[in-house]
RNA sequence: GGACCCAUAGCUCAGUUGGAUAGAGCACGACAUUCCUAAUGUCGGGGUCAGUGGUUCGAGUCCACUUGGGUUCACCA
């Protein structure tokens, strides 16, 4: 049950009764109307704003279109009280018993309290990493990672069907330099002296494992054979290996995709042509000259007539190619095939995450994703920006060559996937972010993670404690529905239940906006709740979760810490981070 | 030069899709430990929301322009 959407439906149907007194007009707009919590908690516990967004249609001041609204808002048994404040905010203070109420729902419904059906099972593609299959990943891989992952998750919690996907660019000129080097590395594994690996060239020590793979399974045959012969199944093979590290690092993290979709897969089975052929019925490819971009004309800069695509039709810039100067494809074409390939799977709704540096992409992507559906997806691009990885404030150079934490790997090995997984998911996905080693894996407050962590192994303790001051008390939440929860009367207390209320509407605000750091600071905010409730039991030992010598009351907060265990740990299971019971 | 993103407290950043007196952490100052894990908490100072104009009952949020920073820029992927 979501609090904030059951007031919200009560306030409809006041509405409605208004419509149906002739005192609203029956064509009134109802979409703008939003019943959320004030800024300011002296307001009340929910605010909304419907005097004000109906007031011009019904014809009347909006203070007093919300008498009306606010008289019958008190009748329901939920209100406890009602007021108009302002230029018109109907002010709503629930009664304590629908806070009592919220908190047995969570105990009730447990992991389920959160999720929801609005996504009615509508099919949605979320499309991330998808990095190039050269080999394993590095950190700037790792938030995009994250981001597309725990947005799948939060899409699911709210009810759509969706696909974690990967698209593997396993055509073009750069698997071909792939499969050079794996050859490379293959001559070295039979005992020949390659020497520096050459500029043009993957130079990683991971493609030396290829190279014996490959002598292991072909002999020498292809020492001397020229590169004709061997391209296609060394690349085969070689990308292949690729995918395999990447794979690796994503379950290193925790990510476990459900599709990879082959681009060579899509070319072979014509998907270009297809495309190409479906532009051109609707006459949005010609063959042109694109001027050089201006205030920075390359040196090699020449006119070239090439295919181009129509994307200012579609809200881009310029036209953008479609075939490269001699006539094969460009990458753009195969992306716009794998576009299409995924509405043509049933998918409606498509995500995909990328990286800053491909900010520029992002139009022509979503002109050629709207001309070739018809208008019928949607498309939706996120771009995570850049993360600089600090040690103790200073910032480490990456470098390929002295490398330290160059990959992902190396990453979660130093300080673990669900710090990895939960300080990527600390700063809006359009803000850089640093991201710090030393700060990270600290104790203190100013450690996210742990201070989540933290609170969540404080409720188990608080659990544990309570078993052993009343053995006979279970903290099991289904045993702990029943509990009598009047006696959680404290303004604390409810302060706290009152944040618990909030989880369904931040999951739910947190899937529609595309934005799972939201969940982060939730959690955050859950967590300095419960601290701070916790804090007060040392100056208040009547508000303490163990109280001596009454079970009825300890039965009560232990409800109450139950609750909040809950909903961190459902939070935590979005962003895939493991709940602890103990620190360490 | 164009495009995209960003600009909010000394620092790092949130800001519930346009709501009321703009929030948090750090830092700074004061305070609380015979007390469920002090690995925390409470209180305080600190703001021209980069600037100008516009849209309306109402703008940190939307629009235009200006300034400053990041990313990117024919055919690469």
């Given amino acids: ?53 109906l007031a011009k249609n019904a014809g009347m001041k909006p203070r007093d279109l919300a008498s009306l609204i606010v008289e019958k808002l008190e009748a329901l048994p939920v209100v406890a009280t009602a007021g108009i404040a302002g230029p018109g905010f109907i002010n709503i203070t629930l009664a304590t018993s629908a806070w009592h109420d919220v908190l047995q729902t969570v105990l009730a419904e447990g992991p389920k309290f959160g999720a929801s059906t609005i996504g009615a099972g509508e099919k949605v593609n979320v499309e991330y990493v998808s990095a190039n299959p050269t080999g394993p990943l590095h950190i700037g891989h790792a938030r995009g990672t994250v981001f597309g992952d725990v947005l799948a998750s939060l899409l699911e ?27 490379l590395r293959y001559r070295e594994a039979l005992g020949e002296d390659i020497g520096e690996i050459p500029s043009g060239f993957y130079p990683g020590d991971y493609m030396i494992p290829v190279g014996r793979a490959l002598a292991e399974k072909f002999g020498d045959k292809w020492v001397n054979a020229p590169e004709s012969e061997w391209l296609a199944e060394i690349q085969g093979f070689t990308v292949d290996a690729m995918m395999a590290l990447v794979r690796d690092d994503l379950a290193a993290l925790g990510v476990n995709q459900d599709n990879f979709v082959s681009e060579k897969a899509l070319v072979a089975a014509g998907k270009v042509e297809s495309v190409h052929a479906a532009l051109t ?24 007539p090439q295919e181009l695509f129509r994307a200012t039709a579609f809200g881009d810039d310029v036209d953008r190619p479609l075939r490269k100067s001699d006539g094969s494809w460009t990458y753009f074409a195969s992306d716009i095939a794998y576009h299409l390939d995924k509405f043509e799977r049933g998918y409606g709704k498509l995500i995909d995450v990328w990286g800053a540096d491909h900010g ?28 600089k990885l600090m040690d103790d404030g200073e910032p480490i150079k990456m470098s390929k060559r002295t490398g330290t934490f160059v990959t992902l790997r190396d990453l979660v090995d130093e300080v673990g ?42 409720c188990h303790s608080a659990m544990r404690l309570a078993t052993d001051a009343f053995p006979e008390l279970s903290t099991e939440r289904k045993s702990l529905v029943t509990s009598e929860l009047t006696v959680l009367d404290d303004s604390a207390e409810l302060a706290l239940i009152k944040v ?53 009351k300890t039965q009560a907060r232990v409800a109450l810490v139950r609750a909040v265990q809950i909903v961190i740990e459902s939070g935590l299971n979005i962003l895939g981070v493991e709940p602890v019971k103990e620190l360490r």
């Fill in 1 to 53: 049950m979501n609090i904030f959407a059951r007031l919200h439906s009560d306030l409809l149907s006041i509405l409605n009764e208004l419509s149906a007194a002739k005192i609203l007009p029956p064509d009134m707009r109802t979409d703008r109307i939003s019943v959320e919590s004030p800024r300011d908690s002296t307001f009340g516990d929910m605010s909304s704003n419907a005097a004000m967004v």
């Fill in 157 to 183: 919690n709210v009810g759509y069907d969706v696909a974690r996907e990967y698209y593997m660019n396993d055509a073009g000129t750069q698997v071909d330099v792939l499969a050079r080097s794996a050859h």
């Fill in 281 to 304: 019925a609707r006459d949005l490819i010609y063959t042109g000259v694109l001027e050089p971009p201006k205030g920075k004309k390359p040196d090699d800069w020449e006119p070239r």
């Fill in 360 to 387: 520029g992409y992002v139009k022509r992507m979503e002109a050629a994703t709207k001309a070739i559906t018809d208008g019928g997806a949607a498309l939706d691009v996120k771009i995570c920006q850049i993360v």
């Fill in 417 to 458: 996937k669900d710090v990895v997984r939960f300080i990527m998911l600390t700063r809006s996905n359009e803000a850089p972010l640093d991201f710090d080693l030393k700060k990270v894996t600290e104790q203190s407050r100013e450690n996210p993670v742990f201070y989540v962590q933290y609170a969540h192994a404080r």
């Fill in 500 to 552: 618990l209320g909030a989880w369904p509407r931040a999951v739910e605000g947190a899937a529609l906006a595309h934005e799972p750091h939201r969940i982060a600071y939730y959690l955050q905010e859950l967590s300095a709740e419960f601290h701070g409730l916790w804090t007060k039991g040392r100056e208040r030992p009547e508000l303490r979760f163990i109280v001596e010598n009454n079970a009825g």
